[in-house]
Nanobody
Framework: QVQLVESGGGLVQPGGSLRLSCAAS????????MGWYRQAPGKQRDLVAS???????DYVDSVKGRFTISRDNAKNTVYLQMNNLKPEDTAVYYC??????????????WGQGTQVTVSS
């Protein structure tokens, strides 16, 4: 199994920046995809950015050009650099990983969530 610990959330003014970190431990060799989701009050949890083991990244349209997902394999850590933050980015951000359990089943693991608030 995999454990994910998040950090880096906080309060920032519009146009500001934050960097979220997600440190993975456990059966990290089984992970094939990691991503960041966010959930605002009253809304569903949506995928923001993802990165594969091969380094391929993907982003939701609303954050393209502003957010960057990256990884540090030596530290088993995934980052989300968020620039030019907007009030609509306000949400709880969750780190997620998908891992191989067997040849027929995968598992999802979630971080504890970190609050990002963008407000003047």
């Amino acid at each position: 199994q995999v454990q994910l610990v998040e950090s880096g959330g906080g309060l920032v003014q519009p146009g500001g920046s934050l960097r979220l970190s997600c440190a993975a431990s456990g059966s990290i060799f089984s992970i094939y995809l990691m991503g960041w989701y966010r959930q605002a009050p009253g809304k569903q949890r949506d995928l923001v950015a993802s990165i594969t083991n091969g380094g391929t990244t993907d982003y939701v349209d609303s954050v393209k050009g502003r957010f960057t997902i990256s990884r540090d394999n030596a530290k088993n850590t995934v980052y989300l650099q968020m620039n030019n933050l907007k009030p609509e980015d306000t949400a709880v951000y969750y780190c997620n990983c998908k891992s191989v359990v067997s040849i027929t089943r995968n598992s999802d693991y979630w971080g504890q969530g970190t609050q990002v608030t963008v407000s003047s």
